[in-house]
């Protein structure tokens, strides 16, 4: 498969401000990112540590979006699963149920990931910056030669950052994320995006919820607002769904404005419904690269 969407797979409920929460849904960043990945390709596989209860849960939409799990790996009684509470500002917070030690059990290792790699493109994951796993990282890169989103998985400081942002291709953050990475407030997204961008990476897929996102670039921030394609279900996973997108684009060769286009238009397939979109056709497939090719006309040419 050229691509890989790995890291965690987590099942989802929703409780609302009133208390009230929704059913168990399918999620996690892997699991998100994937469905980013495949809306624009069938050459993507999962890697990632599950339940038992995987094949039960999410066997069905693997199934029916034709992805192989062959790089799934059973490791526990269950596959991760949090209660979710949004607040203020796209903030939330999250709930275990089965707990940390369920989690640790079901963490990708660098050694799944060589494991899975079969003549492979791109790579996403959601991760933080321990030394010894990017060390382990960084030498399947050189090795294989494959390019790699990294999307922040929970707050680091800001040099640990820098220094494994040397061993990446792209990142992808959300304001939020940002403001708290930096230090700077929510409201200076100028200040963000000019600290942003002294990253070493080729490209930056910087998130501002609601509103769309950003293709950063060189010295270069271009904003590319959110797309909507129907009415809005739940936002849960829609940050992991196009970061995986955008890892693809970035990967085929889509410059960084197209990148941010595409990257939206998963988002707006992943808010319709609780979960990731149920089943990707060929047909959703034309209709997601007709709109983005409408939308990137908008823009002018890149150098």
Not at 56 to 74: C, K, L, T
Not at 86 to 98: M, P, T, V
Not at 222 to 244: K, L, M, Q, R
Request: proline share 5%.
């Amino acid at each position: 498969m050229d691509y890989i969407a790995a890291g965690n797979v987590m099942s989802d409920i929703i409780e609302q401000e009133d208390g009230t929460r929704s059913a168990m849904h399918l999620g996690g960043p892997a699991l998100f990112a994937l469905a980013g990945i495949r809306l624009w390709t069938d050459s993507v596989k999962l890697c990632s540590g599950v339940g038992a209860d995987f094949e039960e849960i999410y066997g069905p939409w693997m199934r029916a979006n034709g992805i192989p799990d062959d790089a799934v790996s059973v490791r526990a009684d269950h596959t991760s699963l949090h209660i979710l509470r949004y607040l203020e500002n796209g903030k939330y917070g999250h709930q275990s149920i089965y707990g940390a030690q369920n989690l640790g059990y079901l963490k990708t290792r660098p050694e799944d990931l060589e494991a899975a790699l079969d003549h492979t493109k791109g790579i996403y994951m959601a991760q933080n910056t321990d030394r010894v796993y990017w060390r382990k990282l960084s030498r399947l890169k050189e090795k294989h030669g494959f390019k790699f989103m990294l999307e922040l998985e929970y707050n680091n400081g800001w040099e640990d950052v820098r220094e494994i942002c040397r061993l990446v291709d792209y990142f992808s953050c959300n304001l939020n994320e940002a403001s708290l990475l930096l230090g700077i407030p929510r409201e200076r997204e100028e200040d963000i995006i000019a600290q942003l961008l002294q990253l070493p990476v080729e490209h930056i897929f910087f998130r501002v919820g609601s509103r769309g996102s950003y293709a950063l670039y060189g010295n270069t921030a271009t904003f590319v607002p959110a797309v909507d394609i129907g009415e809005p279900v739940d936002p849960t996973g829609c940050g992991n769904c196009s970061t995986g997108s955008a890892m693809y684009a970035y990967t085929a060769g889509f410059d960084p404005i197209m990148t941010a286009i595409m990257a939206n238009i998963a988002a707006a397939h992943n808010v319709l419904q609780y979960g990731p979109y149920p089943h990707f056709t060929e047909q959703t497939r034309r209709d997601a690269l007709a709109l983005a090719q409408k939308l990137r006309a908008g823009y002018p040419p890149l150098p």
